[in-house]
Each structure stands twice: as structure tokens, then as C-alpha cells.
């Protein structure tokens, strides 16, 4: 397996309040990713990395930001999380642009 | 609007028998299709890709067939074993593109 964490695995927290999500990979790869998971929606890309301090946006992108201060550590934050951000988040890594993409084991967040 | 689609939300199998799980895509750029299984409260693994420059790919009880003309690729488990009970995800991605787009997944029910 692929040497992927995510910090924390469950968070609850409130409406308006910042949340900042870890990915940390033990690969040293380029490619790093976060994505969304809810029914009926599959897996939707929210950010990427492609190096250090490079990061663009994904298909639902609004209301997060990202930054890669290290090529292991890729942080998520929800400056003011709403309700329609509960979901489950996934971090991947991928070693190339065209490699293939394994995942952590994601992050259950709950906003009430 | 979802360009890759798993229009069979669950399907229920025997033990031993074959399982067949479907995915359309609509863009016509996709060039690579991979799926992946999802157990609950992991992430995603890789399972199995396919280029498509190739109709078909197997690796061991896998076999993943695509097809061009149709926008058409499924995914053969045979045997179909009780650990094969997951959630599978089919996803395709453009040439050199980091992107990929993901289905909704169908939930594959094994039972002896």
C-alpha cells in the first residue's frame, strides 16, 4: 500500500468555523490531490498539487483552498465550513501526471 | 452533467458466478479508464486500467473490455468471490491530463 495518511479521520464541527484537513505521504510523489465523496456524486476533484507551492483548482473547488508547503504534507481548508460540505474527503497521490492515483483513507467531516 | 456514468447503482451476485459491472462516458476524449474498489471506511484501490488503444485487459480474475464506438467499458469478475463485495468505481481521464473523472460508483453484493 501506497504510505498515505490523512489527519483526522473524523471531525465534527460548526457551521462558520475553519477546518483544515492533513494529507501526508511517505512516496515523495509529484502528484497530489484531494476529492470528495457523496452519494450519488461519486468522487469529485476539489484541488490539486503538481509540486511544491503549485496547486489548481478542481471541479468543486469553491469555498476550499490548499497549500503544499512540503512535497510530503497537502493541507485542506474550509475557511467557513457550511452544512453542504459534510462529506467524506479523500487525498491521492500519483507519481506523474499520467500514473496511476492511490488514495488514503479519507477524512469523515461533519459540519452541523 | 456526468461525463462518466454507472447507471446500475447495486448489483447482487452468487458466489462463483460471474459479475458484470457497466460504465458510458460521453466524452470522446477519454484515452485511459481505470476502476477501482472501495471497501467501507477505506479509500479507493486500484483495481484494474485499460488504454484505449486496447479493447481489452485481464489480470487474473479481472477483466476489463472496452469499447470505443459505444463509449462502453465493463468490468468481468470471474469467479466472483464474497471479498469481491464493494463499491466499484470506474474513472477515465484526457491524454496527459492529471484529471480524472469518476463515476457514482455501483455497490457489488456477493453471497454464498
Known amino acids: 500500500d501506497a504510505g498515505i495518511t490523512q489527519s483526522p479521520r473524523h471531525k465534527v464541527t460548526e457551521t462558520g468555523t475553519p477546518v483544515t484537513l492533513r494529507c501526508h505521504q511517505t512516496e515523495n510523489h509529484r502528484y497530489m490531490y484531494w476529492y470528495r465523496q457523496d452519494p450519488g456524486h461519486g468522487l469529485r476533484l476539489i484541488h490539486y498539487?503538481?509540486?511544491?507551492?503549485?496547486?489548481d483548482k478542481g471541479e468543486v473547488s469553491d469555498g476550499y483552498s490548499v497549500s503544499r508547503s512540503k512535497t510530503e504534507d497537502f493541507l485542506l481548508t474550509l475557511e467557513s465550513a457550511t452544512s453542504s460540505q459534510t462529506s467524506v474527503y479523500f487525498c491521492?497521490?500519483?507519481?506523474?501526471?499520467?500514473?496511476?492515483?492511490?488514495f488514503g483513507p479519507g477524512t469523515r467531516l461533519t459540519v452541523l | 452533467d456526468q461525463q462518466v456514468k454507472q447507471n446500475s447503482p447495486s448489483l447482487s451476485v452468487q458466489e462463483g458466478r460471474i459479475s458484470i459491472l457497466n460504465c458510458d462516458y460521453t466524452n470522446s476524449m477519454f484515452d485511459y479508464f481505470l476502476w477501482y474498489k472501495k471497501y467501507p471506511a477505506e479509500g479507493p484501490t486500484f483495481l484494474i486500467s485499460?488504454?484505449?488503444?486496447?479493447d481489452k485487459n485481464e489480470d487474473g480474475r479481472f477483466t476489463v473490455f472496452l469499447n470505443k464506438s459505444a463509449k462502453h467499458l465493463s468490468l468481468h469478475i470471474v469467479p466472483s468471490q464474497p471479498g469481491d463485495s464493494a463499491v466499484y468505481f470506474c474513472?477515465?481521464?484526457?491524454?496527459?491530463?492529471?484529471?480524472?473523472?469518476f463515476g457514482t460508483g455501483t455497490r457489488l453484493q456477493v453471497f454464498p
Open positions: 498539487s503538481y509540486g511544491v507551492k503549485d496547486t
Open positions: 491521492a497521490i500519483s507519481e506523474s501526471i499520467t500514473d496511476t492515483q492511490y
Open positions: 485499460i488504454s484505449s488503444i486496447k
Open positions: 474513472a477515465a481521464s484526457e491524454e496527459n491530463t492529471d484529471k480524472l473523472i
